[in-house]
């Protein structure tokens, strides 16, 4: 009998591992891999609006939670324009979340699509080792 | 005594959910620099008639490599240097010696634009390290026909 209690309590646990494997395999955080920085501080909590502009090492901008692909910063202006209007009077500011492995003018020319349309702008790193 | 049985199996449920989603889950810390304007910043703080303050050039190359010396030392006598630690000694090795004539050390990064952002950051986490004051140079001009 307690054998049986034994091996029901192990099914379980395997039924529930391989269901939660499965059901959260297609989750997926970022496909950004963000450059890795020693010093950098941690963050103050965000008092405005953040748009963030991902950028893969090809240099395609992705918005609106990495859901949007946009080529050049001519697309990027248009689109961050477009939701600055959305926004309204609220205050806004850019995060550039580059992957460590992109060249620096698409980072470059995003940074320049911010200044264009005068906003603060920040870019991303992850945290690692020193950071406090 | 079924009841029991099951609260048991109902525990082991719960916590495998809880720990298999604490394994599997991607936590990263973050954080963000904040980037200045696009204005050259050796226009910006006019190196020229500062007396004060000593500025040396770490220029990135497409190779990743660094490029260090003062703002007017001439190009071909800059120091080329491939490792970041290497890179931290030459600039606190600056610093030391700068610090002798009273002049206060402040690093231009200037990325060349097919460079990798991580060598960027990793310059300005050497600058940061040292405490030494850093401008980055966003002011990359790229050549016409060069898309992604």
Known sequence: ?132 | MATRGFLIRFIDIGLIVLFGFLMISDIEASSSVELAGSRDPLEELQPEDDDERAFVVVAIGADGSFLVGESQTPIEERVRIVEVEVLSRVLRSLDAELGVEDREVVVLIEPHPMSLVQRTVDVMDVCDRLGLPKSLGMNIDVAPGADP
């Open chain 1, 1 to 132: 009998m307690q054998k049986s209690g034994f091996v029901v309590r192990f099914v379980d646990v395997v039924l529930i591992l391989l269901f939660g494997f499965i059901s959260i395999s297609s989750v997926r955080a970022t496909e950004i891999d963000l450059a890795e920085s020693t010093e950098t501080p941690a963050p103050a909590p965000d008092t405005e609006e953040v748009l963030f502009v991902g950028i893969r090492p090809d240099g395609t901008y992705l918005v609106d939670e990495e859901r949007i692909e946009l080529r050049g910063p001519n697309e990027l202006l248009e689109y961050l324009d477009a939701q600055l209007g959305l926004l309204g009077d609220r205050p806004v500011s850019v995060r550039i979340r580059a992957s460590h492995d992109s060249a620096m003018r698409f980072l470059v020319d995003a940074a320049r699509v911010a200044d264009e349309l005068g906003l603060p702008k920040a870019l991303e790193v992850r945290m690692a080792g020193g950071g406090e």
